[in-house]
């Protein structure tokens, strides 16, 4: 790495600071990959963060190449996609909603068998993500924060590289912490309480995001 390119390291910390407190928070990307891992297993849990974490990797390029000025000029992309978003976030609360009120009997915990195909998994966590216009101002304000005016193609990529290799760790420990047979033991214990409030979650985050300004 040259030292022309290590100089722009200043200008990127806080950007990448906020960055990853954003990724580490709770949020509907982080509330998916932890119900796909406890209810259906590692391998679930994996792929959808791999689906987030591709998700994330657009918003990244799209702002990179300047589409999030573009998107924000254009005020009825956004509310297309704002509607689009609050919708899914909708819909996964209304099958939350159903999986709490399923027995356990009808439940299949912990196996990584389910009827989900691994492009399924992917494409879900791939939705999250793409359609919360936020992620993409998210975007914006690294690449615009975090490096200055006419900062060279090859900073750019650096600032990319390190908040994307640092997204997915934390995305699949995610995964991988909530895949334990101790996640599993208390999942199976109040299965129905999280199911429940990860639909009150997502109700709630959809109706924001239906409601919101950007």
Same mark, same amino acid.
């Given at each position: 790495?040259?030292?022309?390119?290590?100089?722009?390291?200043?200008?990127?910390?806080?950007?990448?600071?906020?960055?990853?407190?954003?990724?580490?928070?709770?949020?509907?990307?982080?509330?998916?990959?932890?119900? $796909?891992? *406890? #209810?259906? %297993?590692?391998?679930?849990?994996?792929? !959808? +963060?791999?689906? /987030?974490?591709?998700? =994330?990797?657009?918003?990244?390029?799209?702002?990179?190449?300047?589409?999030?000025?573009?998107?924000?000029?254009?005020?009825?992309?956004?509310?297309?996609?704002?509607?689009?978003?609050?919708?899914?976030?909708?819909?996964?609360?209304?099958?939350?909603?159903?999986?709490?009120?399923?027995?356990?009997?009808?439940?299949?915990?912990?196996?990584?068998?389910?009827?989900?195909?691994?492009?399924?998994?992917?494409?879900?966590?791939?939705?999250?993500?793409?359609?919360?216009?936020?992620?993409?101002?998210?975007?914006? $304000?690294? *690449? #615009?924060? %975090?490096?200055?005016?006419?900062?060279? !193609? +090859?900073?750019? /990529?650096?600032?990319? =590289?390190?908040?994307?290799?640092?997204?997915?760790?934390?995305?699949?420990?995610?995964?991988?912490?909530?895949?334990?047979?101790?996640?599993?033991?208390?999942?199976?214990?109040?299965?129905?309480?999280?199911?429940?409030?990860?639909?009150?979650?997502?109700?709630?985050?959809?109706?924001?995001?239906?409601?919101?300004?950007?």
């Amino acid at each position: 790495m040259s030292s022309d390119i290590l100089s722009y390291l200043p200008y990127m910390w806080p950007a990448y600071v906020a960055y990853i407190i954003n990724v580490a928070s709770p949020g509907p990307a982080n509330f998916a990959i932890i119900g $796909a891992s *406890i #209810s259906q %297993g590692r391998r679930a849990g994996l792929i !959808t +963060a791999l689906g /987030i974490a591709s998700g =994330s990797f657009t918003w990244a390029c799209a702002a990179a190449l300047g589409l999030a000025a573009l998107l924000r000029n254009y005020a009825i992309a956004l509310e297309i996609l704002k509607v689009l978003g609050g919708l899914y976030l909708i819909y996964l609360a209304w099958k939350a909603y159903k999986s709490a009120r399923l027995p356990d009997s009808k439940v299949a915990l912990g196996n990584a068998r389910t009827n989900y195909s691994a492009r399924q998994l992917w494409l879900r966590g791939y939705a999250i993500h793409l359609t919360n216009p936020k992620a993409i101002f998210a975007w914006l $304000a690294i *690449i #615009s924060l %975090g490096l200055p005016e006419n900062a060279p !193609t +090859a900073a750019i /990529i650096m600032i990319v =590289s390190i908040c994307m290799a640092s997204s997915i760790s934390i995305f699949t420990t995610y995964a991988v912490v909530f895949s334990t047979p101790h996640a599993l033991k208390g999942y199976k214990a109040a299965r129905r309480w999280i199911e429940g409030t990860m639909a009150v979650f997502y109700s709630a985050a959809g109706l924001k995001l239906l409601t919101s300004r950007i």
